[in-house]
């Protein structure tokens, strides 16, 4: 069965640091979402994207953060400089299109510890 | 109030048991709605997708309610594999879509 990979699994870095998450959605998928999880708290959705173009973006989703699909198969969200509150779980998750194919599959995640 | 609210428990059941989660949500422009379950320090897994006239999956049973803006999950006859954080998850249409999850409910089923 098909299914999102992500890469690194853990990542540790330092304060102000740049970090590049990598994500292989599946491949005939065509939404592709980034959201984290903060230890102990819910879900946070950060951006969606679709056509090449981000689709939407929630507030956390500054000027901090972007995405790229450089080569049709990769799909990375890059933090320009870190911050200690930017550690969490990284979550992946893509999506066939289409209606009634709203279900989105996650990627086992990239746990980001900033020091 | 929050966009997406369900009970954080933990429910403490034995096996076998039948139990429910609510959910509730406040925003009327919404879409889709969803059930995924997420085991610690893992990522959410679909459980299934909620429609206006329920369905039902095995022993999982999903209701929606658009008049009162919730939705329920049913889990009849526990297994300890039901252990687990149960997710609410609803997509809203406010001229984007987002998708917002519920901060979950956590679920212990006991020998």
């Known amino acids: 069965e098909p299914e999102v990979t992500q890469t690194p699994s853990h990542q540790v870095t330092q304060m102000g640091q740049e970090v590049i998450l990598r994500c292989v959605p599946i491949?005939?998928?065509?939404?592709f979402y980034w959201y984290r999880q903060i230890l102990g708290q819910k879900v946070e959705f950060l951006v969606s994207?679709?056509?090449?173009?981000?689709?939407?973006k929630s507030e956390i989703f500054d000027d901090q953060f972007s995405v790229e699909r450089p080569d049709g198969s990769n799909f990375t969200l890059k933090i320009r400089s870190t911050k200690l509150e930017d550690s969490a779980m990284y979550f992946c998750?893509?999506?066939?299109?289409?209606?009634?194919?709203?279900?989105?599959?996650f990627g086992p995640g990239t746990r980001l510890l900033v020091l | 109030r929050k966009e997406v609210e369900q009970d954080p428990g933990p429910f403490n059941v034995p096996e076998g048991a039948t139990v429910a989660f609510n959910c509730t949500y406040s925003?009327?422009?919404?879409?889709?709605f969803f059930w995924y379950r997420q085991d610690c320090r893992k990522e959410p897994k679909l459980l299934m997708s909620?429609?206006?006239s329920g369905n039902e999956d095995g022993r999982f049973t999903a209701q929606l309610n658009r008049a009162s803006q919730y939705i329920s999950l049913l889990i009849r006859d526990s297994k300890l594999s039901d252990s687990a954080t149960y997710l609410c998850?609803?997509?809203?249409?406010?001229?984007?879509?987002?998708?917002?999850f519920g901060a979950g409910t956590r679920l212990f089923v006991k020998a």
């Open positions: 998750a893509s999506r066939p299109g289409g209606r009634h194919q709203e279900t989105q599959y």
């Open positions: 491949s005939n998928h065509l939404y």
């Open positions: 994207f679709y056509n090449n173009e981000i689709s939407e």
């Open positions: 925003n009327s422009a919404s879409q889709s």
């Open positions: 909620v429609y206006s």
């Open positions: 998850v609803v997509i809203f249409n406010t001229g984007g879509f987002k998708t917002i």
